[in-house]
């Protein structure tokens, strides 16, 4: 099974999406959002919107296709993630 973790999304301190509704539902800044998925990947730890660390299984990295800058947004991630040494390939590889 493929950990599937989200870069533009907020967290709950129990795991799940922050909900649309509420407030810290989603990251608006491309750096914080990298981080964060840095963060995911390195650590294996997500900061929630109550400000707890939690940890959290990141195999994968989802980024909302709605946003009109998704594409540039993933090309950065990308980027971050090869200068960060971490290794990217075919989700069939580690399922």
């Not at 509704?21 to 608006?28: D, R, T, V």
């Not at 964060?36 to 994968?60: H, L, P, W």
């Amino acid at each position: 099974m493929v950990a599937n973790c989200f870069a533009d999304r907020g967290y709950t301190a129990q795991g799940t999406l922050v909900p649309r509704s509420e407030p810290g539902a989603f990251i608006h800044d491309e750096t914080e959002a990298i981080e964060r998925v840095i963060r995911m990947i390195k650590e294996g730890k997500v900061r929630t919107n109550t400000g707890e660390d939690i940890e959290i299984k990141a195999d994968s990295v989802c980024v909302h296709g709605d946003n009109p800058k998704a594409v540039e947004f993933v090309t950065k991630i990308k980027a971050a993630l090869i200068n960060e040494g971490i290794e990217i390939v075919p989700v069939g590889e580690i399922v």
